[in-house]
């Protein structure tokens, strides 16, 4: 399924998990998601991440519920970023940047990797 096709808003982040086992090979973000209404859980996990940037608050009592969440343009300007800084090592690796803007702290987290799955 394509990552913009899910409902994101009001979803609530229970969990994030950055697996680092395989460093540099297949570096793993995880999300645990709930989806609103009773309509259940799933993981969300990034494979093969290269970059990420999480700007998060804390010191809120409430879930932390996702406003929106997409698929970025392949203009994106981190993602730009993140191609020069490699000098063409990467040029032939195709990746795709990933934006959660947050509801409950007004958080941000960006995430850039090669794929993600959902896991029920």
Same mark, same amino acid.
């Given at each position: 399924?394509?990552?913009?096709?899910?409902?994101?808003?009001?979803?609530?982040?229970?969990?994030?998990?950055?697996?680092?086992?395989?460093?540099?090979?297949?570096?793993? #973000?995880?999300?645990?998601?709930?989806?609103?209404?009773?309509?259940?859980?799933?993981?969300?996990?990034?494979?093969?991440?290269?970059?990420?940037?999480?700007?998060?608050?804390?010191?809120?009592?409430?879930?932390?519920?996702?406003?929106?969440?997409?698929?970025?343009?392949?203009?994106?300007?981190?993602?730009?970023?993140?191609?020069?800084?490699?000098?063409?090592?990467?040029?032939?690796?195709?990746?795709?940047?990933?934006?959660?803007?947050?509801?409950?702290?007004?958080?941000? #987290?960006? #995430?850039?990797?090669?794929?993600?799955?959902?896991?029920?």
């Amino acid at each position: 399924m394509n990552f913009n096709d899910f409902y994101w808003h009001d979803a609530i982040i229970k969990n994030i998990q950055i697996d680092r086992n395989s460093p540099g090979v297949n570096d793993v #973000i995880i999300f645990d998601i709930e989806w609103p209404e009773e309509k259940g859980k799933a993981n969300f996990i990034f494979e093969e991440v290269y970059w990420a940037s999480m700007n998060l608050n804390f010191g809120i009592v409430a879930n932390e519920t996702i406003l929106s969440a997409s698929e970025l343009e392949e203009n994106d300007q981190d993602l730009k970023s993140l191609y020069s800084k490699w000098k063409g090592v990467i040029d032939d690796v195709k990746l795709k940047g990933y934006k959660f803007s947050l509801n409950s702290t007004g958080g941000e #987290i960006k #995430i850039i990797a090669k794929r993600f799955r959902e896991d029920k």
